[in-house]
């Protein structure tokens, strides 16, 4: 019996999430007295993950499986946890494992649970505690199926570093057809993603327009944090999509979410609400998200974000 | 072209969330239910290769008589016919086994369902339904064209976009570029009389099993007060960031 975690990497580097499933997959696996089986696929240096305490790993290198696709993934998943006869898979909550895991849930006839925040509370019957109602509440879900998949939320367990000694081998995957074609990828590079920021600075309605944007990503290079917005700045096409964040738009787990002109209405709380430290800078003393926040300033971001990127800037320098 | 789409009737997104029955159950009361958000992006777009490209639309839920209203809405906003498989939605795995029996059974071409549903977030239930029919499967799909049987769509990757191409039959989990929010349709007075009289077919489910159970609920801890730190004074700021927060 094994417990097999897939440590998701993109253009072959590890991402946070990574870790935090080794992490948390070695704590599962104790609980569980068995082994731990950490699974990689075109990752460049695979042995960075002894460190949070992998011993096996398996290392799939295979030129057909670049750039990910998912039924391919779940294939070699698949024949892994087979062949390791694993009984719990761990993945973590990139947008690519939320591709792939329903399919190894079928494959593998296994109960999912997506978006579970803590270990399991209990091995018999095995049962995890999952974020529900867009983080407005947390369901105590029982996997009733013999074998089971963990989705991990981000930031949720946290990276801890747990050095062990270990064996890297190569896996010989089958390569499953696939039935989607990659064409092109655009990815911005040189900039912190919201999925990966240890810091999201986001700003809202009301900043006024997009030419006051420069102040928000100048504060963002500051704390080496990504850009974000509320749904009604990308709507107006102030900022790309791909920066909403809130219910219906991405989500926020990160270590600092620094929420500027924004009133922090109940979509948006839902989708940030993750996040361990929340700020607000807000000219309104009644705006909601006040109530939500840990730490608030009441004032003009004109004024007052121009100041903090000056101090922010000294702070670090010093 | 035969396009299904996925309907999953959710709370509204204001909605207080709160519990009955020794925190066992989602306690409905007082709450109104919608079309999940992420669905009405994938009607929307179904309802645009209707009007382009001739396409048939019938929309389906999982779930007890309280989700008609909700299949009602999306007829008034364009679907031609409806199906409601009658049976508690009790978890991702099986509302998409049931699912797939209705695909298989209706030679769908396109199946469009949101991303993730309001109200459990699984995310599941798309992948799940792709592979139980073995079709072809794009997820967080944020724009696509069909010519023929060729598909072109756009994915959501970490930090950008991913061009696809791929062939019917196909499922798609949708969100918010599938169609913009500006595009999205809002049922008028004719959709809504025309509704009443489309077709709502209630199928029995097939039995499938679920995988998982909620055994209970709980709400977050409530949150400690806002700290407020001065205008004047941002240095108190870094200062809280840095030495109680540490996450500077
Ligand atoms: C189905 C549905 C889904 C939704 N999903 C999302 C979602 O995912 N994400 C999301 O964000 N929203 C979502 N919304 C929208 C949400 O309800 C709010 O309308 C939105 O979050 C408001 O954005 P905002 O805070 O930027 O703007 P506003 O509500 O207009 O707030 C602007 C704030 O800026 C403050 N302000 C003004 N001037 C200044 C200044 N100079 N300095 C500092 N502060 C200033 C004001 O006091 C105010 O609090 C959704 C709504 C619905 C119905």
């Not at chain 1, 002109?261 to 709380?269: P, R, T």
């Not at chain 1, 974000?305 to 010093?318: D, N, R």
Request: some cysteine; proline content about 4%.
């Amino acid at each position: 019996m094994s417990v097999l975690v897939f440590a998701d990497s993109t253009e072959g580097k590890f991402k946070k999430t990574a870790f935090e499933v080794v992490s948390y997959g070695k704590k599962v696996a104790e609980q569980l007295e068995s082994n731990l089986v950490v699974l990689t696929i075109n990752a460049t240096d695979a042995s960075e993950l002894h460190k949070y305490g992998a011993t096996k790993i398996l290392t799939v290198a295979n030129d057909s499986l670049s750039p990910f696709n998912a039924k391919q993934y779940a294939a070699v998943l698949t024949q892994v946890a087979n062949k390791e006869n694993a009984t719990v898979v761990v993945v973590d909550s990139s947008i690519d494992s939320l591709y792939l895991a329903p399919i190894v849930a079928v494959n593998l006839e296994a109960g999912y649970a997506s978006n579970t925040v803590a270990l399991p509370t209990s091995t018999s019957p095995f049962t995890v505690k999952r974020k529900a109602f867009s983080n407005k509440a947390f369901s105590n879900t029982v996997i009733t199926t013999d074998k089971k998949i963990i989705g991990l939320a981000k930031n949720s367990f946290g990276i801890h570093e747990n050095p062990a000694e270990g064996t890297t081998e190569n896996f010989d995957a089958e390569i499953a057809t696939s039935g989607i074609k990659s064409e092109s990828i655009e990815r911005v590079t040189g900039k912190v993603t919201i999925a990966d920021a240890d810091t999201v600075v986001s700003a809202g309605r009301g900043l006024k327009g997009p030419e006051n944007w420069p102040m928000i990503e100048e504060l963002a290079e500051v704390l080496n944090a990504a850009t974000a917005c509320s749904k009604p700045v990308s709507d107006l096409g102030w900022r790309p999509h791909s920066e909403h964040v809130g219910q219906t738009g991405k989500p926020v787990a990160s270590n600092l979410y620094i929420a500027i002109g924004i009133s922090g209405a109940i979509q948006h709380l839902a989708g940030i609400n993750a996040s361990k430290v929340k700020v607000v800078i807000n000219t309104d003393p009644e705006a909601p998200f006040f109530k939500a926040a840990d730490y608030g300033v009441v004032g003009d971001a004109f004024e007052v974000i121009p100041q903090l990127i000056e101090k922010l800037k000294a702070f670090k320098a010093a | 072209m035969k396009i299904l789409v996925c309907i999953s009737h959710v709370p509204d997104t204001t909605s207080k969330i709160n519990f009955t029955n020794n925190d066992a159950e989602f306690d409905k009361n007082g709450v109104q239910f919608v079309i999940n958000p992420y669905d009405e992006f994938c009607l929307t777009r179904a309802m645009w290769f209707k009007e382009k490209q001739g396409a048939t639309v019938t929309v389906v839920n999982v779930g007890g008589t309280e989700t008609e209203p909700t299949l009602r809405k999306a007829l008034a906003i364009g679907a031609d016919d409806a199906i409601r498989v009658n049976t508690n939605p009790a978890d991702g795995f099986l509302v998409a086994k049931e699912l797939a029996a209705v695909v298989k059974n209706g030679g769908y071409d396109l199946v469009l369902a949101g991303k993730e549903s309001a109200d459990y977030n699984g995310q599941m239930v798309p992948g799940m339904l792709a592979s139980l029919t073995d079709f072809n499967f794009i997820n967080g799909c944020v724009a696509m064209e069909v010519e023929g049987t060729s598909v072109t769509a756009k994915r959501e990757i970490d930090g950008g976009n991913q061009t696809v191409t791929t062939n019917l039959p196909l499922v798609v989990g949708g969100q918010k570029g599938i169609v913009e929010e500006k595009d999205l349709r809002i049922p008028n007075m004719r959709g809504i009389m025309m509704a009443r009289k489309k077709p709502l077919q209630v199928l029995e489910p097939t039995g499938a099993a679920a995988s998982t159970s909620i055994s209970s609920f709980e709400k977050p801890v409530p949150k400690g007060a806002v700290k407020l730190v001065d205008a004047d004074n941002l240095d108190e700021l870094i200062n809280l960031l840095h030495n109680e927060a540490k996450v500077i």
